[in-house]
């Protein structure tokens, strides 16, 4: 199993940036999965969640809105699509399949003028 994120960066409060997260190793299609962040000094926390089939999906309240995940099971890709940006979401972000926790390495997005 394996999930390299990647899309994170530099943005300006109010920008966009989309990330990706390629799956292998696994039936992904099978999995639900989720975005969790890490911001400097603090625990994970949960961002959004999305069934196997991708029609549903689950947010954090602070993200409510503003971001949107998806995922594209014929690339094996889920997605983090980030609009209205704040300094508050600066973290590192991690796709992670909730079966078992598996994780990737993490992208960082860093939210600053």
């Known amino acids: 199993v394996q999930l390299v994120e990647s899309g994170g960066g530099l943005v300006q409060p109010g920008g966009s940036l989309r990330l990706s997260c390629a799956a292998s190793?696994?039936?992904?299609?099978?999995?639900?999965m989720k975005w969790v962040r890490q911001a400097p000094g603090k625990g994970l926390e949960w961002v959004s969640t999305?069934?196997?089939?991708?029609?549903?999906?689950y947010y954090a309240y602070s993200v409510k809105d503003r971001f949107t995940i998806s995922r594209d099971n014929a690339e094996n890709t889920l997605y983090l699509q980030m609009n209205g940006l704040k300094p508050e979401d600066t973290a590192v972000y991690y796709c992670?399949?909730?079966?078992?926790?598996?994780r990737g390495q993490g992208t960082q997005v860093t939210v600053s003028s």
């Open positions: 190793g696994f039936m992904f299609s099978r999995y639900s």
């Open positions: 992670v399949r909730p079966f078992d926790d598996t």
């Open positions: 999305i069934n196997g089939g991708g029609d549903q999906a």
